[in-house]
T-cell receptor
Framework: AQTVTQSQPEMSVQEAETVTLSCTYD???????LFWYKQPPSRQMILVIRQEAYKQQNATENRFSVNFQKAAKSFSLKISDSQLGDTAMYFC?????????????FGTGTRLTIIP | NAGVTQTPKFRVLKTGQSMTLLCAQD?????MYWYRQDPGMGLRLIHYSVGEGTTAKGEVPDGYNVSRLKKQNFLLGLESAAPSQTSVYFC???????????FGSGTQLSVL
């Protein structure tokens, strides 16, 4: 079974600083997709960034970027110039196809607090 | 600009009662999903559907049933609620399995 592991239950950082959230996953497949979702106190799930495993270039969305290390099965999220609105739960997720059965598996989340 | 709408937003049930959660999407998406979110466990897939009239089991399907009679609606049923089903339930939809999921705002369900 595929697994996604987020080893940091909670993190906090000062406003305007940079923070990196860790995520590792387990699969023997070559083709898959990785995602970071944000869940603010409103409970709404919001897609932050998406990475295709076949692409070597790391995905970037404004202040958000990933460090995708395929051999190490690592997919960390870097938030630059952090803002108060970045305070939220962050979930890493992996979509892995196994004999036509595709399932999006989530990690347990990292609660990020931006300190004013 | 509705997207994915879940009803109800909150519900309290007694053990043994039944209820149905409704998910509606207006984006003509083929794929729809039901997840539950519990503290320290992330989101876990209950059931999903790859198109109208089809359903499939996810990671934690026991105690739940689903139906997708219309493309835009995905219903999640609890026939006999148990305290272990106390959770936040999220519905999501997507155009394809590898594309972005659009989530509803969740349903907080408490079973006493």
């Amino acid at each position: 079974a595929q697994t996604v592991t987020q080893s940091q239950p909670e993190m906090s950082v000062q406003e305007a600083e940079t923070v990196t959230l860790s995520c590792t996953y387990d699969t023997s497949e070559n083709n898959y997709y990785l995602f970071w979702y944000k869940q603010p106190p409103s409970r709404q799930m919001i897609l932050v960034i998406r990475q295709e495993a076949y692409k070597q270039q790391n995905a970037t969305e404004n202040r958000f970027s990933v460090n995708f290390q395929k051999a190490a099965k690592s997919f960390s999220l870097k938030i630059s110039d952090s803002q108060l609105g970045d305070t939220a739960m962050y979930f890493c997720a992996a979509l892995i196809s196994n004999f036509g059965n595709e399932k999006l598996t989530f990690g347990t989340g990292t609660r990020l607090t931006i300190i004013p | 600009n509705a997207g994915v709408t879940q009803t109800p937003k909150f519900r309290v049930l007694k053990t043994g009662q039944s209820m149905t959660l409704l998910c509606a999407q207006d984006m003509n998406h083929e794929y729809m999903y039901w997840y539950r979110q519990d503290p320290g466990m992330g989101l876990r897939l209950i059931h999903y559907s790859v198109g109208e009239g089809t359903t499939a089991k996810g990671e934690v399907p026991d105690g739940y049933n689903v139906s997708r009679l219309k493309k835009q609606n995905f219903l999640l049923g609890l026939e006999s609620a148990a305290p272990s089903q106390t959770s936040v339930y999220f519905c999501a939809s997507s155009d394809a399995t590898n594309e972005k999921l659009f989530f509803g705002s969740g349903t907080q369900l408490s079973v006493l």
